[in-house]
């Protein structure tokens, strides 16, 4: 009894732990993570203390006890100092920071593999407490399950159950499906895991099964109270609407089915029960997803399938991350910091994971953790596989495909996310692995041939008193003396270490400057943390401000190695610069921001403004080699009504070829409205160069041929219809030169007095002829089409209209001879037909316009 006292409460504390961390943020929240750890150890401690050898498991296959060993040992031989030479042939990237600290320190002699190795020692405490719950799962599940006893399972249920309950309710009100975490992917990553638990459960306790002598009645009930669970948990991975938990959901079950018919049916059967399950699997692809599952889907494909939704660029410059610390790695959980100096895309983001575990490992572990984590989980793997092809019973093997499926769902989400870096997540997984590994492969052997597992207790015992000692010193810290800086100090003698904390505790100290902040505490930061770009920042600006310009010259210039396309990096670094009275490269910190992002245009052009800063030189420094900053850099200008900077950098982006139709638009639009008539007629010239079709060379009407679809400028055609009485349309039938005509159809209906298509032309004082050619087919009434000709500012000026053409008529050509008055500068041209004082008035017909030109005629009236 008291043997079974102890496992039961220990597995209570173990749930109990596990519950916390998921309540927590998924136990990314520092103290109540923590609390989850101390509760893990105690439960190890209580556990492993009260066992004797007799009561422990059967020894761990040697490959696994080396794997569960060499866990926390590697984390552990990243932060051990060692020889700087010696780190140099290890780790070359890691060596060169080591050198660029000499710069403003000491130059030390040793130095760990990690580049923060305070951060590592963070994680290795969750290591620990990984261990801790992988060796007590397993001592608990192999008790239990000897008597065929599902109760490891049931906690992992029971919270996943809850978490599901609280996330369909979300979803049912409307708000994100998210349970307790902050991201619905993680959310749906506790739930694929457990889901394969529930049926694997439920599956043991519906399917007959002569071995057991419970109540085949309770039994029934108990699977089909477990299999409405596995529903409900299925329900909230579709209410999370998680593209990648579903996937992995369905991956899971899948891999689960197919082994189990791979295990346990032969002949037609198999063959049968494979056709099920894919129409199971399609079934559940194409009916139970939410329509708004359904639309991320299609958005992922239509939007987003090139970029994996932002994530393979990310992907990308991380494997370059991985190339530079190959090896051993950066350091476990340094991955935000290390990623600075190889991050080229979406840089107005900081990421501290990569989205994808597998990548994440491999540049904070290298090669050789990597494979040391990934032969654990994968010789499990192998293991559980064996298991339920070859497991002693029923009720094994579909434990073992449960566990199975967990896994496979794991490492498929994984793949796009990063659960393994969720505590409560990977405790979850900790503990199916715990659980994979505790069952027997065949029958066991005799008690007394088998040796027992002593080594799990050392094991567990030593990471549980680590834990002890630790969790509760980084409670404490952080409750009470996380902003007093003496405390940190004090307490990172010891391991407890947060510097961030420490550097805001001295900014809020020191009047809320970091340049105020002494420089020896800027330099103690930095030597724990040498790789993070801001921390030689922080101390550039206060080696400037006392005056050791050199030094700070050095830090910012190892500030933009390290972060050479981060924001907010480079703009420190540009102050510096600017102060320093360096404006070229002031200018080109400025520029490489501007190459990556939008998001901080208007801030560094205001800088350019407040420091006036020659527009020739932000053209030649500021700008980079790009389009889209150079047209925003214009648009700010408009934005600002500064017409003469804008003029200079006009011709120039027109030289670069980085003007399109909008920007052209925008630009011709504010010369307009200034109003700079003449400016605005030749801005739109010369963006049209080789494509102007003669227009202010020839022609001062624009489009006059209808060749082009109408723009937005004031210079092209104002094209409108007029309810179902005018239909006015460009026409690629009809044409009198070129391929196309405008065409303006009458209804028939009304006497209409229509005046509402137009186009306005610069001019400048002196004769012209205005000519078009019109063909009209069945116009009716006295009254047909005409062209009215006004001056656009003041018709008092200039006020002229050209004959009507009315009836079936072809290619008829149209002029008037114009003389522009002094004061004139725009013409309007519209195309009009007056109404009929005639009874039958209501014109119908069509009218088709073409080769529209304002000629300007030469001294004496001629061309």
């Known amino acids: 009894m008291s043997r079974l006292v102890s496992r039961r409460t220990s597995l209570t504390l173990l749930a109990a732990a596990l519950g916390y961390a998921v309540l927590e943020l998924g136990g990314r929240d520092l103290v109540g993570w923590n609390i989850s750890l101390f509760v893990l150890a105690f439960a190890g401690a209580f556990y492993f203390a009260r066992s004797d050898a007799d009561d422990l498991a059967p020894s761990m296959e040697p490959w696994l006890r080396w794997a569960v060993l060499l866990i926390p040992c590697y984390v552990v031989f990243q932060m051990v100092p060692l020889p700087v030479p010696v780190l140099g042939i290890l780790s070359p990237a890691r060596a060169v920071l080591v050198e660029r600290v000499s710069y403003v320190s000491r130059s030390p002699s040793f130095a760990a593999l990690s580049i923060a190795p305070s951060t590592t020692a963070l994680y290795l405490l969750t290591t620990a407490g990984y261990v801790v719950a992988f060796l007590l799962m397993r001592e608990i599940t192999w008790r239990e399950w000897k008597h065929r006893s599902w109760m490891p399972v049931v906690p992992l249920?029971?919270?996943?159950?809850?978490?599901?309950?609280?996330?369909?309710?979300?979803?049912?009100?409307?708000?994100?499906?998210?349970?307790?975490?902050?991201?619905?992917?993680?959310?749906?990553?506790?739930?694929?895991?457990?889901?394969?638990?529930?049926?694997?459960?439920?599956?043991?306790?519906?399917?007959?099964?002569?071995?057991?002598?419970?109540?085949?009645?309770?039994?029934?009930?108990?699977?089909?109270?477990?299999?409405?669970?596995?529903?409900?948990?299925?329900?909230?991975?579709?209410?999370?609407?998680?593209?990648?938990?579903?996937?992995?959901?369905l991956g899971g079950l899948f891999v689960m089915g197919a082994l189990a018919l791979w295990s346990m049916t032969s002949g037609p059967t198999k063959w049968l029960a494979a056709a099920a399950l894919v129409i199971a699997c399609a079934f559940l692809v194409v009916f139970v997803p939410s329509d708004e599952l359904m639309k991320s889907f299609a958005a992922l494909f239509s939007d987003e399938l090139t970029t994996g939704e932002g994530r393979w660029p990310i992907w990308r410059d991380t494997i370059r991350m991985i190339s530079a610390f190959p090896v051993f790695g950066c350091g476990l959980g340094n991955y935000g910091t290390g990623f600075l100096r190889f991050q080229t895309a979406v840089v107005e983001r900081a990421f501290d994971h990569a989205h994808n575990d597998y990548l994440e490992l491999a540049s904070e572990l290298g090669l050789v953790g990597f494979l040391i984590f990934g032969a654990f989980a994968l010789l499990i793997f192998v293991r559980a596989v064996r298991v339920a092809r070859h497991g002693p019973d029923r009720a094994t093997r579909i434990l073992a495909l449960g566990s199975i499926g967990a896994m496979v769902a794991i490492a498929i989400h994984s793949v796009a996310d990063f659960n393994l870096y969720v505590p409560a997540n990977a405790l979850v997984l900790v503990c199916i692995l715990g659980i994979a590994a505790a069952l027997p492969v065949s029958s066991e052997p005799s008690h007394s041939r088998e040796p027992r597992e002593t080594f799990s207790k050392k094991l567990s015992l030593a990471a549980a008193g680590l834990l002890i000692l630790y969790a509760p010193a980084w409670i404490v810290f952080e409750l009470k003396y996380r902003n007093d800086p003496n405390a940190e100090n004090i307490f990172c003698r010891f391991g407890v270490c947060d510097t961030d904390a420490l550097i805001a505790a001295e900014v809020q100290n020191h009047g809320g400057s970091v340049r105020a902040v002494p420089v020896a505490e800027l330099v103690t930061a930095l030597e724990r943390d040498p790789a993070a770009p801001n921390r030689w920042c922080d101390l550039g600006e206060a080696l400037a401000k006392s005056g050791h310009m050199d030094q700070s010259r050095r830090c910012f210039e190892t500030a933009v190695e390290l972060g050479p396309y981060i924001p907010p990096v480079l703009l420190r670094a540009s102050s510096f610069y600017f102060d320093a009275r360096n404006y070229k490269l002031a200018l080109q910190q400025c520029a490489r921001v501007l190459e990556k992002t939008d998001d901080y245009d208007d801030p560094i052009f205001e800088r350019y403004r407040l420091k006036k800063i020659p527009i020739e030189d932000v053209l030649k420094d500021g700008l980079p080699s790009a389009p889209r900053p150079a047209q925003a850099y214009l648009r700010y200008l408009i934005g600002l009504d500064e017409a003469p900077e804008a003029a200079t950098v006009w011709p120039w982006l027109l030289s670069h070829s980085y003007v399109n139709d909008q920007l052209a638009t925008e630009y011709v639009n504010f010369l307009f409205n200034r109003p700079a008539y003449e400016a605005a007629a030749h801005a739109w010239a010369a963006y049209l160069d080789g494509h102007r079709n003669g227009y202010l060379e020839s022609n001062w009407i624009f489009n006059g041929d209808f060749e082009r679809e109408p723009s937005h400028i004031p210079f092209d055609w104002r094209l409108e219809s007029l309810d179902d009485n005018v239909d006015v349309a460009r026409d690629s039938s009809v044409a009198h030169t070129g391929s196309y005509s405008l065409r303006?159809?009458?209804?028939?209906?009304?006497?209409?007095?229509?005046?509402?298509?137009?186009?306005?032309?610069?001019?400048?004082?002196?004769?012209?002829?205005?000519?078009?050619?019109?063909?009209?087919?069945?116009?009716?009434?006295?009254?047909?089409?005409a062209f009215h000709i006004f001056d656009a500012e003041n018709s008092n000026r200039l006020d002229v209209k050209t004959e009507q053409l009315t009836g079936t008529n072809d290619w008829t050509k149209m002029e008037k001879a114009i003389q522009v008055p002094l004061n004139t500068r725009l013409l309007t041209v519209q195309i009009v037909r007056e109404p009929s004082l005639k009874f039958d008035n209501q014109i119908g017909g069509t009218a088709w316009i073409d080769s529209v030109q304002l000629l300007r005629l030469a001294a004496g009236g001629t061309n």
């Open 157 to 249: 249920v029971v919270i996943g159950v809850i978490e599901a309950a609280i996330g369909v309710a979300q979803a049912a009100s409307g708000a994100p499906s998210e349970g307790t975490y902050t991201n619905k992917n993680h959310f749906a990553g506790l739930l694929e895991m457990v889901l394969p638990l529930a049926i694997a459960f439920a599956a043991s306790h519906l399917v007959p099964d002569p071995a057991h002598r419970r109540s085949p009645t309770l039994r029934t009930l108990q699977g089909g109270l477990v299999l409405c669970a596995a529903a409900l948990l299925a329900a909230g991975v579709v209410s999370s609407v998680s593209k990648m938990g579903y996937v992995a959901c």
């Open 744 to 785: 303006v159809r009458f209804g028939g209906k009304e006497n209409v007095n229509y005046h509402h298509s137009s186009v306005t032309a610069f001019v400048t004082p002196g004769a012209y002829r205005f000519e078009a050619f019109v063909r009209t087919q069945d116009i009716t009434t006295d009254r047909g089409i």
